[in-house]
Structures are given as structure tokens and as C-alpha cells.
């Protein structure tokens, strides 16, 4: 076997060892969801829009969560107008722009260890207003906070042109975003979900199944581990 072939088929196997590592880290056990009512089962809505407990405004609270602006609407799978099937998990989810009003929710989550941690959350959009603002893009900022300092803050874009098959009320198309962070200390941290909607106060940004988990740190230290010896025992056999 040439050099050539060797230090090939060497970076192969340790290029496959860091990415069955990657496979681990992704499919590895996470920790317990500390967000309370992730999937905006609790209260039970009943699709009346405009008051408790289908739609709730700013200061107001319902099962771990506080609206923080406008309004909100509590969509309930299964009851008129919304399908059996819309919801991304379980049968309820929310549309961050209420009846009417650009909203935004939070909660405080008690952190007690250190360490990654993934955030996840479904994404879709309410797209039943009139033209042209049917088709504007559905845009929610997600922040997780420690006081006034940001461990994660970032706007995320909801396009119907990449869903030609959405259908809001019955057959929502929705996309599964997951981010993991450092939360460098434990203390309590706030979550928040706010629409940046502006084009329609009673159509934004849907969501669901939020999760915040802990990582593994044995599987995140076994993917560094493996990525860092192979760029090494490469690095060697190159010199």
C-alpha cells in the first residue's frame, strides 16, 4: 500500500469515527424538558377567539406561561374551524399572533446544571388572512436570558413559498428547529417566543413542543474527543 493510499484510508476511518460519534451526540439520551406545558396542551381551548380560554392577552398567564404582548391564540386540534391532525405534537398549539395583537410569551425555567442544552420547538405559520399578507413571512424571536444578559437570541423565518402544500387549519406544513447552548451557570433563565409579525395582527407565527434538555456531557465529550484525535493523528502523519 502507497503512502498515499495509507494516510487516505486513514482519514476515512477517523472521519467515519467522528461522524458515528455526531450520530451518538444526536441520537443520544437527552435530560428531561424543563419547559412546563411545551406543547400548549393545558388549558383545554375551545377555538372561541377573543377571550379565555382560546385567546390570552399581555399580563396575562395560563399553565407556566406569561404573554408578554399583544395577544395570543391557543389553537385546539379538533374543534371547529382547526383539523384533527394540525398540531405538530399532541393537540394543541400556538399562534403568537392573537385576536388580535402581535404577541409574545415567556417562561422561567430553573436551571441546575451547567452544561449544553437543546432547544427545539416546532415552527409554522397561520396563513388564512386575505392576500397579499397570507404569503409575508412569519418571523419569531426566540431569547433565553439570565437577566439582562442573552445566552441565545435570534429571529427565526417561516416562508409559505417553501410549503406549497400548507394548510394552516388542517395540514400545517411545520419545521423542527433545534439549537444547543452553552448555559455556562446554573439560576433561573427566562424563554421567550415573540412575534415579529407585523403585517397582520391576527395571522403570525404558530408553535409547538418546546424543549430545553440537557445534553449528555459523556456523549459530548466522547464527539470532541473522537474529531480532536483524528485532526491529530492526521496533523502527525503529515510532518
Not at 439520551?29 to 406543547?39: A, D, E, I, R
Not at 399581555?58 to 399583544?70: I, M, S
Not at 434538555?213 to 491529530?232: D, I, K, N, R, Y
Request: proline share 6%; aromatic share 8%; with cysteine.
Amino acid at each position: 500500500m502507497t503512502r498515499y493510499a495509507y494516510l487516505r484510508n486513514k482519514a476515512l476511518m477517523s472521519a467515519a469515527v467522528v461522524a458515528l460519534c455526531v450520530l451518538s451526540v444526536a441520537n443520544a439520551q437527552l435530560g428531561p424538558n424543563l419547559v412546563t406545558n411545551g406543547g400548549f396542551e393545558t388549558p383545554r381551548g375551545d377555538n372561541n377567539w377573543g377571550r379565555n380560554p382560546a385567546t390570552w392577552f399581555a399580563g396575562e398567564t395560563f399553565d407556566g406561561w406569561t404573554v408578554t404582548q399583544g395577544s395570543i391564540d391557543l389553537k385546539t386540534s379538533g374543534v371547529f374551524p382547526i383539523g384533527a391532525r394540525a398540531s405538530y405534537e399532541g393537540t394543541q398549539h400556538v399562534d403568537l399572533n392573537g385576536s388580535p395583537g402581535v404577541g409574545g410569551i415567556s417562561q422561567d425555567i430553573t436551571i441546575s446544571a451547567s452544561g449544553v442544552y437543546r432547544l427545539s420547538f416546532a415552527l409554522s405559520a397561520n396563513t388564512d388572512a386575505a392576500e397579499p399578507d397570507n404569503a409575508s413571512p412569519r418571523i419569531v424571536r426566540v431569547r433565553l436570558t439570565s437577566g439582562a444578559t442573552d445566552v441565545f437570541n435570534s429571529t427565526f423565518t417561516w416562508r409559505l413559498a417553501d410549503h406549497p402544500g400548507h394548510d394552516p387549519s388542517n395540514s400545517p406544513s411545520w419545521v423542527l428547529h433545534q439549537v444547543d447552548l452553552l448555559v455556562p451557570t446554573t439560576g433561573v433563565y427566562t424563554l421567550s417566543f415573540t412575534s415579529e409579525t407585523t403585517t397582520n395582527s391576527s395571522f403570525g407565527p404558530m408553535i409547538d413542543d418546546v424543549r430545553l434538555q440537557l445534553v449528555p456531557e459523556p456523549a459530548s465529550l466522547m464527539a470532541l474527543g473522537a474529531g480532536l484525535a483524528g485532526l491529530l493523528g492526521l496533523r502527525r502523519r503529515k510532518h
